[in-house]
């Protein structure tokens, strides 16, 4: 069994529905597969795709990785789900009629399937909408509260801004989520500890780092949830496009973090930091054979609206200094004597 992370964010108003009735689904409507996951890269382009994206990979992991049996994660705001994946991926016209009776949208449309193009439109609205292809799922549990059940590292993970991701690392934890919840036993010590704490170990970080050591303790932070590798990238590397402070990568998981690290007091105002690491991802990845994560870490307490706008287009992940403090204390603080 594989445990999957599953983001629902493309066309959320139908997909929240769909999935209510055990219907999992992802975008990329113009796709049309031919010999499988052999011909996948040649299929992509030939579906008018006219890059090779790593986004490309969310939709191979749904079409060629999700089987029956395996688990997938589903993050919704401050809860969670936990579904078993019934079937294998199928094109959105392969729905029954059972499936599409009475669906209505968020806003009370009704959701039907278009026999001239065999994509899904809603009614009073003649556009197409972009839902690709489905998987069969059934609920273990539901609206599962993450402060309260998921541990640090299943609470990290759900962080990741990717369409979905092979969480197959973390099914213990996981699974113990679930059992949790269905015990109704949530992790009540570490967060009474937490709300103790966090603002006092904020406060003596930024009084008493600088912005080297800010980027040394970010580092170590990787170090402790076992990156692979950790690079500092040279400022004068040859012919680069933008910047990254920190490179991380798992291997495992075929992922690489990149991240702009910011030390300064306040609201992060700029969206300097968001523009380089985005030109610096697109540098160094260009061949896309591993999933890219673009953080920015601010030691600031907020971003302005601004930057929180560039950062969802840019689908970049902004990290607030105290946001950060309390994904330190969740993992541990031995060790902090070495920054």
Known sequence: MKVFLHRISHHAEISYPLLDR??????WCDFNSTDGAASFDEDFENSGYAKLSRSRWGLYRFLFEMQPDDWVVVPSWQTFRVYKVESTAFPVNELQESDLK?????????????NSTNLLKCSEDDKIIDLGFCIRVSLLEKDIPRAEYADAML????????TNADITDLQKHVEEAVEAFRLKCPIKLSSKIMAEVEESVYGIITDYLTPDKWEQLIRLYFEKLGATSIEIPAKNESSKEGDSDIVATFEALRTIYYVQAKFHKGVTESDWALKQVDAYTGWKNETGEYSTVMWVISSAEDFSETVKTTAKEKDIQLISGPEFIRMLLENGIARFDEI
């Open 22 to 27: 055990n219907i999992l689904t992802i975008g």
């Open 102 to 114: 009475g669906l209505e949208d968020w806003h009370g449309r009704q959701v039907y399937l278009d």
């Open 155 to 162: 609470a990290s993970r759900m962080k990741i801004r990717q």
